[in-house]
């Protein structure tokens, strides 16, 4: 049974870092993706990587967030930089674009705000 759990969100004020972190089980992280939902907002992703290390962002989080996996931890990463509040949602890990839904996670919190 595939369980996903993401964690580190937290209040940030703009400029801010934060980093959050997905662990999985029943599965071995490879091509997965962050996701955020902003309220009133559908879902949307915000960055993929793909066959391990091939890595895709959204125009708007392009140089400011870095995904990555620790395969030896099993557990995926998304490191925050020089936040916005435009990028306050709920954000949630799963399978990358293209690949089946896993069951989806809790999600974390990320609120920028000063």
């Known amino acids: 049974q595939v369980q996903l759990v993401e964690s580190g969100g937290g209040l940030v004020q703009p400029g801010g870092s934060l980093t959050l972190s997905c662990v999985a089980s029943g599965i071995r992280l490879y091509s997965m993706g962050w996701y955020r939902q902003a309220p009133g907002k559908q879902r949307e992703l915000v960055a993929d990587?793909?066959?391990?290390?091939?890595?895709h962002y959204i125009d708007s989080v392009k140089g400011r967030f870095t995904i990555a996996i620790n395969s030896a931890k099993n557990t995926m990463y998304l490191q925050m930089n020089s936040v916005e509040p435009e990028d306050t949602a709920v954000y949630y890990c799963?399978?990358?674009?293209?690949?089946?839904?896993?069951?989806w996670g809790q999600g974390t919190q990320v609120t920028v705000s000063s």
């Open positions: 799963n399978n990358a674009p293209g690949g089946t839904w896993y069951p």
């Open positions: 990587i793909t066959s391990g290390s091939r890595t």
